[in-house]
């Protein structure tokens, strides 16, 4: 059975710093694209960060670029997402996600086919 499990999330002031973790378990995705991707209440869910599966490559949205690090760590199955310079708009339920269909960087939500269950991060004014 294939988890992906979030953890890190909370409550943080504009200005600060959070650390997002995803933990993958039933299978290896060391090969393959992990992306971290956002809801906010009453908006689509949009697309954050991606890493390829080498760790070589990534991309950003452009509201989180220079702000947010994607990394991972393929010996423990396992992708962060570094988050600095939080800022209220900021504030939504965090997915972290798995493209096992594609390469690359890819950004859209049908391109992952697993995803974890979300973590809340909360960035007060």
């Known amino acids: 059975q294939v988890q992906l499990v979030e953890s890190g999330g909370g409550l943080v002031q504009a200005g600060g710093s959070l650390r997002l973790s995803c933990a993958a378990s039933?299978?290896?995705?060391?090969?393959?694209?992990m992306g971290w991707f956002r809801q906010a209440p009453g908006k689509e869910r949009e697309f954050v960060a991606v890493?390829?599966?080498?760790?070589?490559?990534?991309a950003y949205a452009d509201s989180v670029k220079g702000r947010f690090t994607i990394s991972r760590d393929n010996a423990k199955n396992t992708v962060y997402l570094q988050m600095n310079s939080l800022k209220p708009e900021d504030t939504a339920v965090y997915y972290c996600?798995?493209?096992?269909?594609?390469?690359?960087?890819?950004?859209?939500?049908?391109?992952?086919?697993?995803w974890g269950q979300g973590i809340q991060v909360t960035v007060s004014s």
């Open positions: 996600a798995a493209a096992t269909f594609i390469l690359g960087t890819p950004s859209r939500p049908h391109d992952y086919q697993y």
């Open positions: 890493i390829s599966g080498s760790g070589g490559s990534t």
């Open positions: 039933g299978r290896t995705f060391s090969s393959y694209p």
